[in-house]
């Protein structure tokens, strides 16, 4: 399975394109600030054709180009429903710090919305994902699962978005933050994961679960029992 993506905008947010080997279909996810040109680009340079966009959680830095992408190709956008709001109102995620960035710019929902609820399992383009309910971050953060091919045999992938980072965790100082309840949601949903699960986070570099058990300084003490 291919798996591939690129930090865009001023946020730097990963947004990432997964597609079988040798389909035409393909999934996106995240899509945030100034991700339509580049994306576009090389959905027309593979020949790929996305079927729906998947979002980790509400925040506009993750969410910026989801109307537009969703009206070019006439798809559906998942979200959770607690951070669906988010999605026409983005101010109320974030306070008023990005106001000024925001301009005078405005958003609405896409055509299509489709709500996650913790434990979904969707087929897209080919490609099985398992949702998990991942509050703390955001009330509406989810972990996407799916599994991809190696030259060692299959591989689980996690998509943590604002979740988990390599070497950190999301911020819990916005509306609906809950330091202690992400911490839960990580030793539930994600500690409990095969070390050699990969961890494909909304910021930064790659990681692993095993690599994030055994480094990460915040998730000392905790384990899947939390």
């Not at 998947?54 to 429903?81: E, N, Q, R």
């Not at 991942?134 to 045999?153: F, I, Y």
């Amino acid at each position: 399975m291919l798996v591939t993506g690129f930090p865009a905008g001023a946020f730097q947010t990963n947004c990432y394109i997964l597609a079988q080997d040798d389909a035409t279909e393909c999934v996106v996810v995240d899509p945030g600030q100034e991700a339509t040109e580049p994306l576009v680009e090389f959905l027309d340079k593979t020949g790929l054709t996305p079927t729906a966009v998947l979002l980790t959680h509400g925040h506009l830095d993750h969410t910026w180009s989801v109307a537009p992408v969703c009206a070019k190709y006439s798809i559906p956008a998942y979200i959770h429903p607690e951070d669906r709001y988010m999605l026409s109102d983005p101010l109320r995620g974030t306070g008023a710090a990005l106001a000024a960035m925001i301009g005078d710019a405005t958003f609405t929902e896409p055509a299509e919305v489709i709500e996650l609820a913790d434990g979904d399992v969707l087929e897209l383009a080919g490609i099985r994902f398992e949702v998990d309910h991942t509050p703390g971050h955001t009330q509406g953060s989810v972990v996407l699962r799916t599994m991809a091919a190696t030259e060692d045999g299959p591989v689980q992938v996690a998509l943590t978005g604002d979740t988990l980072f390599a070497g950190s965790i999301g911020r819990t100082d916005l509306p609906g933050g809950d330091h202690e309840q992400l911490l839960r949601s990580i030793a539930a949903k994600l500690l409990v994961l095969g070390d050699d699960t990969a961890v494909l986070p909304g910021h930064g570099g790659a990681s692993s679960i095993g690599q994030e058990r055994a480094s990460n300084p915040f998730l000392v003490g905790l384990d899947g029992s939390r």
